[in-house]
């Protein structure tokens, strides 16, 4: 992970955890997660499927509707279509690639529904937001595979790509909107409880295309205060 990275972590985190802490008086919620995204293709190849890390905190404006914040951390955010020409074998590693998703989002909680004794709420939600990416060691990493794809095995030459040129550059930012909803379980063992998510997230400027991706994440939800 990048200084500059673990820099703007930290801070959002920070944020996050100022915003909760302050808003006490309302009920606030905090809430660690990890999942999944699968992103779906596009003309410069597909972004790998992987895991996806956050922390969300809200705070209920009434009973019903409550504002979030949302950070998440997605550890290869890298083109998997490609051929690697940068063969391991010659000691030269294809570059990493980290990002950073940040949201606001707005929910709507249906209120609390007794199951088995215990407070069960489902939501809807939908957010605005952003996506930064971060190239490991490098200023910039080629998601549509440089000039050429690999070798010939029959006469070692290397083999040309004709596709458009796109560099992904470190640093560079993507609008991304997301909807969808889930279900809590609140107060299981005090203020300890558990929320699973379900949603879709679009990025409608990926280098001139829209990508989608359906998003799972579940986790421990802390609770706190009345509403």
Do not use: C
């Amino acid at each position: 992970m990048t200084s500059k990275f673990a820099v703007r972590f930290a801070l959002i985190a920070l944020v996050l955890g100022v915003f909760a802490a302050n808003l006490a008086a309302q009920q606030v919620e905090i809430y660690p997660n990890a999942g999944a995204y699968w992103p779906s293709k596009t003309d410069f190849g597909k972004i790998n499927a992987d895991g996806i890390y956050g922390l969300k905190a809200g705070m209920f404006m009434d009973h019903n509707v409550e504002l979030e914040g949302s950070l998440g951390y997605l550890n290869h955010f890298e083109n998997g279509s490609l051929a690697n020409p940068l063969n391991p074998q010659f000691g030269i590693p294809t570059r990493g690639v980290y990002g950073l998703l940040y949201d606001v989002n707005g929910s709507w909680n249906f209120g609390n529904r007794n199951f088995w004794g215990h407070r069960v709420s489902p939501f809807v939600s939908l957010g605005v937001g952003g996506l930064t990416a971060y190239v490991k060691h490098a200023d910039s990493v080629d998601i549509t595979g440089g000039g050429f794809v690999g070798t010939n095995p029959f006469t070692g030459e290397l083999i040309t790509n004709s596709a458009r040129h796109v560099a992904m550059d470190d640093g560079d930012t993507f609008l991304t909107f997301n909807y969808g909803g889930g279900v809590k379980a609140m107060n299981l063992w005090g203020p300890v409880g558990v929320r699973a998510d379900f949603r879709g997230r679009t990025i409608p400027n990926w280098y001139g295309q829209t990508m989608n991706w359906p998003e799972i994440t579940g986790g421990i939800l802390f609770s706190w205060g009345e509403r």
